[in-house]
């Protein structure tokens, strides 16, 4: 039995289903048994728990063979901090697990976690990680870099849907490696499959670097319409965007994450999903729900 953490999220969610599609047996953490009927509908077992309660870490963890872990704490607020949730909640995890003799951990970091990272999300990444090497466990840590599901859709996605115009910070020639959460699920399960992965930290990026000129020609390709686009300088507002995303967008403008792929794709069997294929699956999955397709 595989337990999930964050299986009520985007990636977790997509695990999971992914996980029951191929015939495991899943069991999720999730807080809050009433909201959660689509995971048991899709055949999952339900353990109720919280990060930052470790004795309902021990419950979940008792008989499973592996962890994979997507919580966080990005989207959520309250008591759900980074130091609770993503530092001291992924220890508790990782201690619950090896506790209780859970052979395989599959942990979803980030690309840039580093224990002297700026950002305190890194750093949290990067101590759970280091507790992970110390942990005895078989680990795969994956370190992937921005989701598509994330800024080009919160950026450009929406505002070009919704008919509005849409801002850019800087010149939006950065180029950055991009991925779908499809293609890191498929590395998720692969790493469960391959026993070369134990042991390994995965950097995980999309098929070919991207710029933000890039997504807005996506996008224009796929509306058959030109988008009403403007650039302002480091620092300037962004309508409609929250300002954790705007710091992120700026941050974005300083530097540039291109990786090669090939190699890792071609071990693990991932088919990568270039940036065309997702935006077309977005676009025509908003036409037909009228929400984003993230999950
Ligand atoms: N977005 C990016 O571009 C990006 C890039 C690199 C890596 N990542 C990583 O990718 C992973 C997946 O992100 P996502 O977008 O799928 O996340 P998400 O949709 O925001 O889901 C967060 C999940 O974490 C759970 N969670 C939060 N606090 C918890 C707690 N205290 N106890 C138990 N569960 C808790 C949530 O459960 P509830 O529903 O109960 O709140 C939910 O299932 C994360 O680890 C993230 O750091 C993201």
């Not at 990060?51 to 021990?58: E, G, M, R, T």
Request: contains cysteine; aromatic residues 4%.
């Amino acid at each position: 039995m595989i337990l999930v953490a964050g299986a009520t999220g985007r990636l977790g969610g997509l695990i999971t289903r992914s996980l029951l599609a191929r015939g495991e047996e899943v069991r999720a953490l999730v807080r809050n048994l009433a909201e959660s009927p689509g995971l048991t509908a899709a055949g999952a077992s339900l353990t109720v728990g919280d990060l930052k309660d470790p004795p309902s870490l021990a419950e979940a963890c008792a008989d499973a063979e592996a962890v994979i872990t997507t919580a966080n704490s990005m989207a959520r607020g309250g008591s759900d901090t980074v130091e609770s949730v993503d530092r001291t909640g992924n220890l508790n995890l990782i201690d619950a697990a090896a506790a209780h003799g859970v052979k395989r951990f599959i942990f979803i970091s980030a690309l840039g976690a580093a224990l002297e990272s700026p950002s305190p999300f890194l750093r949290a990444k990067a101590t759970a990680e280091q507790r992970l090497h110390e942990s005895g466990m078989r680990v795969t840590i994956l370190q992937p870099n921005l989701y598509f599901e994330l800024l080009p859709v919160a950026a450009v996605g929406l505002p070009a849907l919704a008919g509005r115009p849409v801002t850019l910070v800087g010149e939006g020639r950065r180029l950055h490696s991009s991925v779908s959460m499809a293609d890191v699920a498929g590395y998720a399960l692969a790493a469960l499959d391959h026993d070369d992965a134990a042991g390994q930290t995965l950097v995980i990026g999309g098929p070919k670097p991207v710029s933000w000129r890039d997504v807005i020609a996506a996008f224009e390709d796929e509306l058959g319409r030109e988008i009403p686009v403007s650039f302002v300088p480091m620092g300037a507002v962004v309508p409609g965007l929250p300002p954790m995303l705007v710091d992120l967008l700026t941050a974005l403008e300083t530097y540039d994450t291109p990786l090669d792929m090939s190699q890792l794709s071609d071990r693990f069997g991932i088919q990568p999903t270039a940036l065309q294929t997702f935006v077309h699956g977005f676009v025509a999955s908003y036409r037909q729900e009228g929400q984003p397709a993230a999950r």
